[in-house]
């Protein structure tokens, strides 16, 4: 991708470039790929520095970034109820990203015994983001891992890991009927554009309203930093006017 982009833009991949088509009329999407390309063409000829100038040439496009629409604590309990109706399996699979903060990777690849294992004693020892293992306290979850292990493989067998209730193809087609299955939910529950992230948002902020330091809920979270955390907790007036006296 990067090969034809150079081609297209400059009739090559050697340096230095020299434009043969006016950019300008590309697309955001093409323009993002091109400068990546150009950016690691100089990173291989060890002249990064020089990089700035063809860059600067290439317009980026800036547009505002629409902000999130958290559910409310109003709204998480109506999903829940939705979610109440849905068949064993569906049903867990919707709740846990709200019940215990998973990301969606992290649900869908958790291996058996480590659901058996939650399932019996309530600690979920998983692989977060970046390789790091971490064991979950999730005893109030257990119903909900003891519901997985019941639910045969999709087409038919025995999962070996949680994303094959879903689907036995690929990880990306098991996210996208997980991310199908919670944004339905939510329309049930009168919630658009919901999505498996978004409950990982309202678990950070129902910590929060618990009264859990900001420390804790990160490493409930699995984030490295702290920061991080800050941009997923969302209070509202009815937490400030505990406080606003």
């Not at 470039?17 to 590309?26: G, P, Q």
């Not at 919670?182 to 999505?195: P, S, V, Y």
Request: charged residues 30%; aromatic residues 6%; glycine residues 8%.
């Amino acid at each position: 991708m990067y090969a034809r982009m150079l081609e297209r833009a400059f009739g090559g991949p050697d340096l230095p470039f020299k434009f043969a088509e006016d950019v300008t009329t590309w697309t955001e999407s093409c323009r993002q790929i091109l400068r990546a390309a150009v950016l690691r063409r100089y990173r291989e000829s060890n002249r990064e520095k020089d990089a700035a100038e063809i860059l600067e040439q290439i317009p980026s496009q800036w547009v505002a970034k629409k902000t999130p629409k958290i559910p409310s604590e109003e709204e998480a309990l109506r999903y829940e109820k939705a979610a109440g109706d849905l068949p064993p399996g569906a049903h867990a699979l919707a709740l846990l990203p709200l019940k215990a903060g998973l990301r969606a990777e992290e649900l869908l690849t958790l291996k058996r015994p480590a659901v058996k294992r939650a399932a019996k004693g309530g600690e979920l020892v998983l692989l977060r983001k970046g390789g790091q293992e971490q064991s979950l306290p999730l005893e109030s979850s257990k119903d909900l891992f003891e519901e997985l292990l019941g639910i045969p493989r999709k087409g038919g067998g025995v999962w070996e890991n949680v994303g094959e209730i879903l689907s036995s193809g690929a990880q990306i087609v098991q996210y996208h009927r997980l991310w199908e299955l919670i944004r339905e939910t939510g329309e049930k529950a009168g919630i658009e554009g919901l999505r498996p992230h978004l409950l990982r948002h309202a678990f950070a902020t129902r910590m929060n309203r618990d009264g859990a330091p900001l420390a804790t809920i990160s490493w409930a979270l699995g984030h490295a930093n702290i920061q991080t955390t800050m941009r997923y907790v969302h209070p509202g007036a009815e937490d400030a006017k505990k406080y606003l006296r």
